[in-house]
């Protein structure tokens, strides 16, 4: 099947939000999903131009002797703030895109799944054909952080700024999961194969 007669949801939604966990249920009901993060990660350990590019960016001691990812440099420099992160940024994302487009050609399903943090920060939502914000309560979603990363509540909260406000995630999207805990997500699933 050619990636024109497929149709690709990209999954976002702010931390804490549950999208992960969406994806799970998405794989567990037989769908592919393509995971941002995962592909970045991999991409950033073996891929030789942008181990070079990032060396550049973010100095020695990136990668140790062995040729390891020493994955603390990488969140030091990212640390410093926006245009850090966008350095990196602008090496990985093109490359990340690439990769999704090659798997999406792989998929025989007619529906296929992009979970990406940043999915409207990146860009990526313009190499799906729908979005999908994953939403759920901000003390939701403050609970789930602090006990899934042992953090303190200010932490979460210090973390749930950072990113876009939920208000504007939830424009942008096509189509609004909520997952509350309470709110069965396999109808709202399924809802999104009928639209």
Known sequence: MSSSQKISYGITGGIGSGKSYVCARLKEMGYPVFCCDTAA?????????????????VGKGLYDESGILVKSRLAEFLCRGKESADRVNQVVWPQVAEAFKQWELQQESRYVFMECALLFESGFHRLTTRTVH??????????????????SRATALRWLRLQMPEREKRRRADYIINNDGQTPLKPQIENLMQG
């Open 41 to 57: 990660k991999h991409i950033i350990r073996t891929n030789e131009n942008v181990r070079q590019m990032l060396t550049r960016i």
């Open 134 to 151: 994953i939403a759920a309560p901000r003390e939701v979603r403050i609970r789930r952080v602090m006990e899934r990363d042992k953090v």
